[in-house]
T-cell receptor, first 115, second 120 residues
Framework: DAKTTQPPSMDCAEGRAANLPCNHSTISGNEYVYWYRQIHSQGPQYIIHGLKNNETNEMASLIITEDRKSSTLILPHATLRDTAVYYC????????????????FGQGTILTVHP | DAGVIQSPRHEVTEMGQEVTLRCKPISGHNSLFWYRQTMMRGLELLIY????????DSGMPEDRFSAKMPNASFSTLKIQPSEPRDSAVYFC??????????????????FGPGTRLTVL
């Protein structure tokens, strides 16, 4: 799997957009970008994933650069409840065999949303 | 759906004792994962199952750890004998299995609340 690089921590004011970057310069053509977050004392939570097009769901937006070497997770209106560790993971989609489903979580970005 | 259910939520035991952690995945999900999280090592995958069959157990730290999935709705992670260094939060996660056609959804994993294990 491609290696990802994220800043260790970020701050954001409540109500403002939180933009979390992720570098994955060695990503290959069949690898997706996944984002998870982990709120303190809870299990990780899936947020969104994408291949090459920008994606949006009820939680966030994912912007992937044209060369796919980096991406940004956007929380459009951050709230105090969005304070969490955010993980960017690059992984192939399931394609049979035994390689799918094995996510590797790095250190992530600690996002602190303050009033 | 109640989500992934884990029990117990907290476990305190003494070194040398057997510990059994339990997990009930989301109904209809065919993949199940066991993770361990510590401050030092972060979140690590221990083992994962597809259709009740263990696919990759390379993350299991040693022979003291074993995992089973006797049916689609239940899995256990056992540590025997337990040691203080096994103290961690253990998470179970499940995921839909996309079938032979593959797909990205298999990597959408739904995590349980975790079991906090303390070995004294």
């Amino acid at each position: 799997d491609a290696k990802t690089t994220q800043p260790p921590s970020m701050d954001c004011a409540e109500g403002r957009a939180a933009n979390l970057p992720c570098n994955h310069s060695t990503i290959s053509g069949n690898e997706y970008v996944y984002w998870y977050r982990q709120i303190h004392s809870q299990g990780p939570q899936y947020i969104i994933h994408g291949l090459k097009n920008n994606e949006t769901n009820e939680m966030a937006s994912l912007i992937i650069t044209e060369d796919r070497k980096s991406s940004t997770l956007i929380l459009p209106h951050a709230t105090l409840r969005d304070t969490a560790v955010y993980y960017c993971i690059v992984r192939v989609a399931g394609a049979g065999g035994t390689s799918y489903g094995k996510l590797t979580f790095g250190q992530g970005t600690i996002l602190t949303v303050h009033p | 759906d109640a989500g992934v259910i884990q029990s117990p939520r907290h476990e305190v035991t003494e070194m040398g004792q057997e510990v059994t952690l339990r997990c009930k995945p989301i109904s209809g999900h065919n993949s199940l994962f066991w993770y361990r999280q510590t401050m030092m090592r972060g979140l690590e995958l221990l083992i994962y199952f597809n259709n009740n069959v263990p696919i990759d157990d390379s993350g299991m730290p040693e022979d003291r750890f074993s995992a089973k999935m006797p049916n689609a709705s239940f899995s256990t992670l056992k540590i025997q004998p337990s040691e203080p260094r096994d103290s961690a939060v253990y998470f179970c996660a499940s995921s839909p299995f996309p079938g032979l056609a593959g797909g990205a959804t298999v990597n959408e994993q739904f995590f349980g609340p975790g079991t906090r294990l303390t070995v004294l």
